[in-house]
């Protein structure tokens, strides 16, 4: 009986486990420091590695911001209009490589992202 007792006790907390896994999904804020975007990015008008970020989601569409945020070096390679603005703006008309790396984003942290860039004047 004891032995039982203690299955279902394993089981329910593996069972609360799992649910607030799938339950907590990580915040915007979360993103902006664990994908190291604040390492490199004020949400101001401030330059640091990179350009600050103020305004950005008026000027880039949500769908291209997306797609630079999942896979900078390929999107830095196609050299479409936003990228060569960047690039000038950057002043790396010929650089080969972008120098945004960050840690893997999945499509929907992407989004996370772009929501929390547009709630906080980026
Ligand atoms: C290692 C530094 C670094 C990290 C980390 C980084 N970036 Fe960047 N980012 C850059 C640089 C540098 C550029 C400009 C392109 C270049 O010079 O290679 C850039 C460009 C951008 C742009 C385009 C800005 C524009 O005006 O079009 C956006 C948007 C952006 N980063 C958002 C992010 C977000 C959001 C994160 C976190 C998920 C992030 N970056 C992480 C360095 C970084």
């Known amino acids: 009986m004891k032995r039982v007792l203690g299955i279902m006790l394993v089981a329910a ?36 590695v990179g350009p600050g970020l103020a305004g950005v989601t008026k000027k880039r569409s949500d769908e291209w911001m997306a797609k630079w945020l999942q896979s900078p070096q390929a999107v830095w390679e196609e050299n479409g209009p936003e990228v060569k603005d960047l690039r000038a703006m950057m002043k790396k008309e010929n650089a080969p490589k972008t120098a945004m790396k960050t840690p893997a984003i999945s499509a929907d942290e992407a989004k996370t992202i772009i929501e929390y860039l547009k709630a906080n004047g980026g």
């Open 13 to 48: 907390f593996l069972a609360a486990v799992a649910m607030t896994g799938a339950a907590s999904a990580a915040t915007g804020e979360e993103l902006w420091a664990s994908k190291q975007c604040k390492n490199c990015h004020n949400m101001t008008e401030k330059k640091k």
